[in-house]
Nanobody, 124 residues
Framework: QVQLVESGGGLVQAGGSLRLSCVASGRTTNNYAMGWFRQAPGKEREFVAV????????LYADSVKGRFTISRDNAKNTIYLQMNSLKPEDTAVYSC?????????????????WGQGTRVTVSS
C-alpha cells in the first residue's frame, strides 16, 4: 500500500504562487507515475499534471500549461506542484495520485492511490 499526504495549500491572491508537496510512504514510488488532480466546488475532478516514473516526462492540462510545474524528488519520495500566476479559477482541492506503472496518464481511473487533498483558494 502507498499512503499519500499533500501539503502547501492555502489562500493566495490572484497572480501569486504556491508550491504543493505530496509525500509518499509505504513503499518507494520512484517508478510510479505521479499526478495532480483538482476538484472545484460543484465541478468534476479534473487532471492538472503528471510526471512519469523516474521523472523522464511530464504532461499538463492546457489550463495550467506555462504556469504550473510538476517535479519529483525520488530521494524524498515526494512530488511537487509549483503554481505560479494563480487565477481565481484555480481554486479547488488538489489531490495527488500514484499510478503503479511509470507511464503517465491524465485519466483518474488509471491511478491506484490517492491522497486526501489540500485546499487552494485564489482570491481576485
Amino acid at each position: 500500500q502507498v499512503q499519500l499526504v499533500e501539503s502547501g495549500g492555502g489562500l493566495v491572491q490572484a497572480g501569486g504562487s504556491l508550491r504543493l508537496s505530496c509525500v509518499a510512504s509505504g513503499r518507494t514510488t520512484n517508478n510510479y507515475a505521479m499526478g495532480w488532480f483538482r476538484q472545484a466546488p460543484g465541478k468534476e475532478r479534473e487532471f492538472v499534471a503528471v510526471i512519469s516514473g523516474f521523472g523522464s516526462g511530464t504532461l499538463y492540462a492546457d489550463s495550467v500549461k506555462g504556469r504550473f510545474t510538476i517535479s519529483r524528488d525520488n530521494a524524498k519520495n515526494t512530488i511537487y506542484l509549483q503554481m505560479n500566476s494563480l487565477k481565481p479559477e484555480d481554486t479547488a482541492v488538489y489531490s495527488c495520485a500514484a499510478k503503479n506503472a511509470p507511464f503517465p496518464s491524465s485519466q483518474y481511473h488509471d491511478y491506484d492511490y490517492w491522497g486526501q487533498g489540500t485546499r487552494v483558494t485564489v482570491s481576485s
